[in-house]
């Protein structure tokens, strides 16, 4: 494999379009064609898939991450915002890998912080994120169990 992973993503972006043209709606005239990079979520696609094939063969990691068709599809509908935002550590370790100058990648929490300028916030995810998945569940539904259903009428906008 290259070592420039953009490299790999235009070699398979370009068999891609090659592979199904008519179904891209692309001119029989090659030399009409975008080139793999301007085919934007194509190339984001294709540019997800070898993030995760490297994570797999190249890091050794295990393949029940969780990273599926809609973790592929999330990051190609990124490609056309300037922030991607998600709450998935998988996902953003993976995409903050493949180096691109844009969207910037950020976990939740991050954007949290970032937008309210609030760096407590960092500090008291780190504490949620220490402790186990099922406290967090439990501690969750406690928390939306005490929660009372407005009666009709009461709420004024």
Do not use: H
Request: hydrophobic share 35%; with cysteine.
């Amino acid at each position: 494999m290259e070592n420039d992973p953009k490299i790999v993503v235009d070699e398979w972006t370009a068999y891609e379009m090659n592979l199904n043209r008519r179904f891209y709606g692309l001119p029989v005239d090659r030399g009409r064609w975008p080139t793999p990079r301007d085919f934007v979520s194509l190339w984001y696609a294709r540019r997800y898939v070898v993030g995760r094939l490297r994570d797999i063969f190249g890091d050794g990691r295990k393949t029940t991450d969780g990273g599926d068709l809609y973790d592929n599809l999330y990051f190609e509908d990124a490609a056309y915002s300037d922030i991607f935002v998600t709450g998935d550590d998988t996902l953003a370790r993976r995409g903050r890998s493949l180096r691109l100058s844009s969207p910037r990648i950020l976990l939740t929490e991050e954007w949290i912080a970032e937008a309210l300028g609030l760096s407590c916030v960092r500090s008291r995810v780190k504490k949620l994120s220490s402790r186990t998945r099922s406290d967090a569940m439990r501690s969750r539904s406690r928390s939306l169990g005490s929660w009372r259903r407005p009666q009709p009428g009461t709420l004024r906008l």
